[in-house]
């Protein structure tokens, strides 16, 4: 189970410019560090969070092993329509976690 | 019968092979110049309009905040197209590149990031226009990230 905690408002004004918090459970191990046994612990990262609204794309992310354990990420959009914000993150081993917020705009 | 300059040859040599690895695990000041080369391209690279907010002194470099806000009014004609961030010291020059669009608004951003050393971080925000602004930061770390595995 991923844990994931997304802060955003329920509802905004036609226009306004609303901030989106993101923050999600992941180890974030870069791939460059030796585990207890010596031998170096393989890479497991977060590569790309997208953001969508109502389903087109508002911001997208490409994450480097130099983001901190449980990435976190703030941005801003407009808000221009009632509907639903997507957060999306993908990674090494087939890592897929999704959310989604309602906003309404009006 | 080893001659003196045979093991003199040797002890050079063990010590470039011991410290080499070291060497190369790290990004330097010119892999970091190399990643933001490809970033820019032949683009001119300028100073201002970035602000990059991280604190001076940091106790655990696992976990540093950081901001970027850039000025822009995010308009369709006239946005900051992509944010880069690069670093000196961690293992990798990259840090993060963000992709926005008049869709955000505003061109702030907020990210925690990982520092293994004290050294400069670099900010540079590409616009729809194909301009390239930057700021840097110097940091200095007390506790490195990625040292060893903890647990």
Same mark, same amino acid.
């Given at each position: 189970m991923t844990n994931i905690l997304v802060n955003a408002p329920k509802t905004a004004r036609p226009g306004e410019i609303v901030e989106i918090k993101a923050l999600i459970m992941h180890p974030m191990e870069t791939g460059f560090r030796p585990g207890t046994n010596g031998r170096i612990i393989p890479r497991d990262i977060i590569e790309h969070f997208v953001a969508t609204w109502n389903g087109t794309e508002i911001f997208r992310m490409e994450m480097s092993p130099a983001i901190a354990t449980n990435p976190f990420v703030s941005f801003f959009a407009v808000a221009t329509e009632s509907g639903t914000i997507g957060l999306r993150w993908t990674g090494d081993k087939g890592f897929l976690a999704e959310e989604q917020v309602a906003i309404t705009v009006g | 019968m080893r001659s003196p300059l045979d093991r003199?040859?040797?002890?050079?040599?063990?010590?470039?092979?011991? @410290?080499?690895?070291?060497?190369?695990?790290?990004?330097?000041?010119e892999a970091?110049?190399?990643?933001?080369? $490809?970033?820019?391209? $032949?683009?001119?690279?300028r100073e201002g309009r970035v602000k990059l907010d991280l604190p001076p002194l940091v106790e655990n470099g696992n976990v540093v905040p950081l901001t970027v806000s850039v000025e822009s009014p995010m308009t369709a004609a006239d946005h900051v197209k992509a944010i880069h961030v690069f670093n000196e010291k961690n293992p990798q020059p990259h840090v993060f590149s963000a992709r926005l669009g008049s869709r955000n608004g505003k061109a702030v951003i907020g990210t925690r990031i990982k520092l293994a050393d004290s050294q400069k971080i670099i900010a540079i925000a590409e616009t729809s226009s194909g301009a390239f602004w930057s700021a840097s930061a110097?940091?200095?770390?007390?506790?490195?990230?990625?040292? $060893?595995? @903890?647990?």
């Open positions: - | 003199r040859t040797f002890v050079v040599g063990a010590a470039l092979v011991s @410290v080499l690895p070291f060497a190369s695990a790290h990004a330097t000041p970091m110049a190399a990643a933001i080369k $490809e970033v820019v391209g $032949e683009g001119m690279l110097d940091v200095i770390v007390t506790l490195a990230a990625c040292i $060893e595995d @903890v647990t």
